[in-house]
């Protein structure tokens, strides 16, 4: 099974300031990886897929890169909706695998 | 616009079974893959399983595997998992989630999810 390993687990931050959320795969995933944000009480919504793939609808301060093992998701400037849980997911192998999730709060 | 309901959640005591259901709408269901992700409270999400467009396949997460089935009705639009030999683990909020369009074993549409509790 490929664990995906997410750093840090919480970061607080301001309105304005970007960030770079980090996904680590125990094996390569190609380039097989996305990344969803959930809010609390929400479902999950696709961000990006394939690691550096826009989903329809997600605004271009949201970017993905990386590829094999190490994985980065960046936020250029956060708005206050993008203060929420991120979490990776690769489907490279079975079984399919998601990270533990990385929280944004507002600081 | 794709939406995704799923229905057949309750209080199962350990042991016991249910089936979840998932209706699909604004898109040609058989033509996509679908999955049920979990999330138990106040944890991260879970893949259960997935079953393919086409020609049936379906995968499983070993924590489920000769427990749950996952099946499809594309006359109904509805995909379905049977959950069998329930345990306190299984508890989540099952998510019902479509294969995402370049990329079917991502998750582009997600339903609001049903909440699955085992306890005696």
């Known amino acids: 099974e490929i664990v995906l390993t997410q750093s840090p687990a919480t970061l607080s931050l301001s309105p304005g300031e970007g960030v770079a959320l980090s996904c680590r795969a125990s094996q390569s995933v190609g380039s097989y990886l996305a990344w969803y944000q959930q809010k609390p009480g929400q479902a999950p919504r696709l961000l990006i897929y394939?690691?550096?793939n826009r989903a329809t609808g997600i605004p271009a301060r949201f970017s993905g890169s990386g590829s094999g093992t190490d994985f980065t998701l960046t936020i250029s400037s956060l708005e206050p909706e993008d203060f929420a849980v991120y979490y990776c997911q690769q489907r490279n192998n079975w079984p399919l695998t998601f990270g533990g999730g990385t929280k944004v709060e507002i600081k | 616009e794709v939406q995704l309901l799923e229905s057949g959640g309750g209080l199962v005591q350990p042991g016991g079974s249910l089936r979840l259901s998932c209706a699909a709408s604004?898109?040609?269901?058989?033509?996509?893959?679908m999955s049920w992700v979990r999330q138990a409270p106040g944890e991260g999400l879970e893949w259960v399983s997935i079953?393919?467009?086409?020609?049936?396949?379906?995968f499983y997460a070993d924590s489920v595997k000769g427990r749950f089935t996952i099946s499809r009705d594309n006359s109904k639009n509805t995909v379905y998992l049977q959950m069998n030999s329930l345990r306190a683990e299984d508890t989540a909020t099952y998510y019902c989630?479509?294969?995402?369009?370049?990329?079917?074993?991502?998750?582009?549409?997600w339903g609001q999810g049903t909440l699955v509790t085992v306890s005696s």
């Open positions: 989630a479509k294969g995402a369009v370049s990329a079917t074993r991502h998750f582009d549409n």
């Open positions: 604004g898109f040609t269901f058989s033509s996509y893959s």
């Open positions: 394939d690691a550096s």
């Open positions: 079953i393919s467009a086409g020609v049936i396949s379906t």
